[in-house]
């Protein structure tokens, strides 16, 4: 896969995985006709559950994807949808190879310094 196609790949993939997202977001303010985070939560396990059955398919043997597609629906269509699912993603691979400790300090340190982070953001840019 040379890197046109494989930022092809991502570009394209992200662009409708963000679009998908977006029409979530839509659907979810239509139906509360209010802010709510239904519409991430919802978006963040969908995605989970997407990324798991195509890790587990891929693991068995049962579905095949280049290269290339990979890239487009790992990184772009699920990466432009939530990279939620990367993350739990990343953190089921530490559990599989035995590392545990570091799967959860994966959840946890990046839950923590990502509210962190926010808060941080959101305090430099008011003050």
Do not use: C, E, K
Request: proline share 3%; net charge positive.
């Amino acid at each position: 896969m040379g890197p046109i196609g494989a930022i092809g790949a991502v570009a394209v993939g992200g662009a409708i995985g963000s679009l998908a997202r977006h029409g979530v977001n839509l659907v979810f303010a239509h139906m509360f006709s209010r802010p709510v985070p239904y519409a991430t939560a919802a978006v963040n396990l969908l995605g989970s559950v997407v990324i798991g059955v195509l890790a587990g398919l891929l693991a068995s043997g049962r579905l095949t994807m280049t290269p290339i597609m990979r890239t487009f629906v790992f990184v772009g269509l699920l990466g432009g949808f939530t990279t939620f699912s990367s993350f739990m993603l990343d953190t089921l691979t530490l559990t599989h190879s035995g590392a545990r400790a570091l799967a959860m300090s994966n959840v946890a340190g990046q839950t923590v310094l990502g509210l962190l982070a926010v808060y941080a953001g959101y305090y430099v840019a008011t003050h």
